[in-house]
Nanobody, 119 residues
Framework: QVQLVESGGGLVQLGGPLRLSCAASGSRFTITIMGWYCQAPGKQRELVATITSGGSANYADSVTGRFTITRNNAKNTVYLQLNSLKPEDTGVYYC?????????????WGQGTQVTVSS
């Protein structure tokens, strides 16, 4: 049973930085894709950034240039550095993982961590 546990959320002032971490446990392999989604109040969960085990990163247009996703494959851990935060970045940030074992696809979600940007 793979579990993703996020940490690092909280209250931050406009323009401030924040760093989120997500550690995966229970996987026998390096999780192929890891990433972050955000669910703002009253909205659907949306992609923020993903990164493959090879280090290829993908970002939502709204965060490009402000957020940076990195990972440590040996620890199956993914990080999200959030800079120049805006009030619209407020939401619950969920860690995401996807891997393929044989022909089967597995997707995992963390419990979420709240990020609140105050103006």
């Amino acid at each position: 049973q793979v579990q993703l546990v996020e940490s690092g959320g909280g209250l931050v002032q406009l323009g401030g930085p924040l760093r989120l971490s997500c550690a995966a446990s229970g996987s026998r392999f390096t999780i192929t894709i890891m990433g972050w989604y955000c669910q703002a109040p009253g909205k659907q969960r949306e992609l923020v950034a993903t990164i493959t085990s090879g280090g290829s990163a993908n970002y939502a247009d709204s965060v490009t240039g402000r957020f940076t996703i990195t990972r440590n494959n040996a620890k199956n851990t993914v990080y999200l550095q959030l800079n120049s935060l805006k009030p619209e970045d407020t939401g619950v940030y969920y860690c995401y993982g996807k891997e393929w074992i044989g022909l089967r696809e597995y997707a995992y979600w963390g419990q979420g961590t709240q990020v609140t940007v105050s103006s």
